[in-house]
């Protein structure tokens, strides 16, 4: 089974479009569309474009502090590392993929696109539940998925993730998962920084 959900959102400090959460205990795969919170080509001032060469990525690596956000806005923080679960990106770094994303938000002169999976491994013998996954982009905010998660003890579920921006440069993305274990324990799992390479 195969549960879509998209992270729909034009600013990075408004509440994604999402309706009720989504219990999902049987599924194995899911799905998140998302889009660069920076306007689209053509809205930011920076001047000339820089022309990078193809394969480029972000540097320099690991990323440093993310951009300050606004007070209460998410920020990304360093992978973690845990006994009780590990994230793997699947591939890292990302080739730039150039295949439309089928949401509003990247339909508007977001032509450059990344495809990847994120594998949840549950290395203990407890059930985990998410019931929230921040994404970021760049170290920025971008939407906030109330999407159930369930992995049941040393079980495995996979998110395709899907990025689109209106610019070709180098970029990176991170998830961050937060839950609870079944002793009702709270978890919180920042997923590896991915590198998303230029056209």
């Given at each position: 089974m195969i549960i879509a959900s998209c992270g729909d959102q034009p600013s990075p400090t408004v509440a994604s479009p999402v309706?009720?959460?989504?219990?999902?205990?049987?599924?194995?795969?899911?799905?998140?569309?998302?889009?660069?919170?920076?306007?689209?080509?053509?809205?930011?001032?920076?001047?000339?474009?820089?022309?990078?060469?193809?394969?480029?990525?972000?540097?320099?690596?690991?990323?440093?502090?993310?951009?300050?956000?606004?007070p209460g806005v998410p920020v990304p923080t360093d992978p973690t590392a845990s006994p009780t679960m590990h994230i793997n990106v699947e591939p890292e770094p990302v080739t730039h993929s150039g295949v439309p994303i089928p949401i509003v938000s990247c339909q508007t002169n977001h032509p450059y696109t990344w495809y990847y999976e994120q594998v949840l491994v549950n290395d203990s013998g407890l059930a985990i539940t998410f019931n929230q996954r921040e994404n970021f982009f760049d170290g920025r905010y971008t939407s906030t998925n109330p999407e159930v998660i369930q992995i049941r003890g040393n079980g495995t579920v996979r998110i395709q993730t899907k990025w689109c921006s209106g610019y070709g440069k180098p970029h990176y993305a991170q998830t961050r998962f937060k839950g609870r274990l079944e002793t009702g324990e709270p978890i919180e799992v920042s997923a590896p920084w991915v590198r998303l390479l230029t056209p």
């Open positions: 309706g009720a959460p989504a219990v999902a205990t049987s599924a194995s795969v899911f799905i998140d569309m998302l889009a660069d919170p920076a306007g689209p080509l053509g809205t930011l001032a920076d001047g000339a474009p820089v022309v990078y060469p193809p394969n480029t990525p972000p540097s320099p690596w690991p990323p440093g502090p993310p951009p300050k956000a606004q």
